[in-house]
């Protein structure tokens, strides 16, 4: 099983919609969670930290559930400029383990 | 802004050259990492340091090298290159003993061995 699974899409929404995803990890005692952006051939760039509580930077909001060991986000009021695919982040100890990313077009 | 520069954007080499490559940072981070990304499987960790001459191997060290003589300067070397190396690389530094803290990434490296 893998560390971290996401589901690849492709998500394909018009701007202004809502769009969620979740990704799924093995490892019970996973730290931290990130979400990442990555641009096609680009490097990949922090979008947001996940915390316990759930939390918000202005359209993305992201959830933990470590109960059932997942997290999500979620991109409200959808900007071309959001299609990348984006990649789910764990740690525990030194390993960050990364997904092999959900990819999301937003379409005018 | 961190800043995490990779030595090369775009690189060709031949099977069996011993190939460098060299990512530097300039936040005075304490952890930098090697990463291979490939499609449909993600990026995969090739060694770590956590400290200036120390490393650590990640889940494919195989066929790699890496040293880190200064704490801004980490090095990944292909002993004998091979065209299963051809990948993407990605260079990461990071702040935190702890490694609670997001990682910071260069921009790339796309080799290729022919």
């Known amino acids: 099983r893998k560390e971290v699974e996401q589901d690849p899409g492709p998500f394909n929404v018009p701007e202004g919609a809502t769009v969620a995803f979740n990704c799924t990890y093995s490892?019970?005692?996973?730290?931290?969670f990130f979400w990442y952006r990555q641009d096609c051939r680009k490097e990949p760039k922090l979008l947001m930290s996940v915390y316990s509580s759930g939390n918000e930077d202005g359209r993305f909001t992201a959830q933990l559930n470590r109960a059932s060991q997942y997290i999500s986000l979620l991109i409200r009021d959808s900007k071309l400029s959001d299609s990348a695919t984006y990649l789910c982040?764990?740690?525990?100890?030194?390993?960050?383990?990364f997904g092999a990313g959900t990819t999301v077009t937003v379409r005018a | 802004d961190v800043k995490v520069t990779q030595s090369s954007r775009y690189l060709v080499k031949r099977t069996g050259e011993k190939v460098f490559l060299e990512c530097v940072q300039d936040m005075d981070h304490e952890n930098m990492f090697w990463y291979r990304q490939d499609p449909g499987l993600g990026l995969r960790l090739i060694y770590f340091s956590y400290d200036v001459k120390m490393k650590e191997k990640g889940d494919i060290p195989e066929g790699y090298s890496v040293s880190r003589e200064k704490k801004e300067r980490f090095s990944l070397i292909l002993e004998s290159a091979s065209t299963n190396q051809t990948s993407m690389y990605l260079c990461a530094s990071s702040y935190d003993r702890g490694f609670s803290q997001p990682q910071h990434f260069g921009d790339g490296t796309r080799l290729s061995i022919l």
């Open positions: 982040v764990v740690n525990w100890g030194y390993k960050l383990s």
């Open positions: 490892n019970s005692a996973s730290q931290s």
